[in-house]
């Protein structure tokens, strides 16, 4: 069983900054690619970023330029910044992890979520 649990989200102002931090802890072989998705009220989920285990990185086109995502594969962490956050960007924002088991077999994961607030 693999846990993902999430930090960092809370209120903002508008063009300010937030971190958040998706932490993978339980028995697993690997974990390959980790994203970030995020639901705006009444909106579908989307995915806002990705990484795979070997760095290369994917954004959606309403947060290129603003946010980052990284990892950190000895902590099983994944974050992501954001900067110059907008009204727009508030959201639950979860984790997801491609998680290869013990018995290779692939697998994916999803964090409770965090929430954001961005005011104007």
């Known amino acids: 069983q693999v846990q993902l649990v999430e930090s960092g989200g809370g209120l903002a102002q508008a063009g300010g900054s937030l971190r958040l931090s998706c932490v993978a802890s339980g028995t697993f072989f690997r974990i390959n690619d980790m994203a970030w998705h995020r639901q705006a009220p009444g909106k579908e989920r989307v995915e806002v970023a990705r990484?795979?285990?070997?760095?290369?990185?994917n954004y959606a086109d309403s947060v290129k330029g603003r946010f980052t995502i990284s990892r950190d594969n000895a902590k099983n962490t994944v974050y992501l910044q954001m900067s110059s956050l907008k009204p727009e960007d508030t959201a639950v924002y979860y984790c997801?992890?491609?998680?290869?088991?013990?018995?290779?077999?692939?697998?994916?994961?999803w964090g409770q979520g965090t929430q954001v607030i961005v005011s104007s």
């Open positions: 990484i795979t285990n070997g760095g290369s990185t």
């Open positions: 997801a992890a491609a998680v290869q088991t013990l018995t290779l077999r692939s697998r994916d994961y």
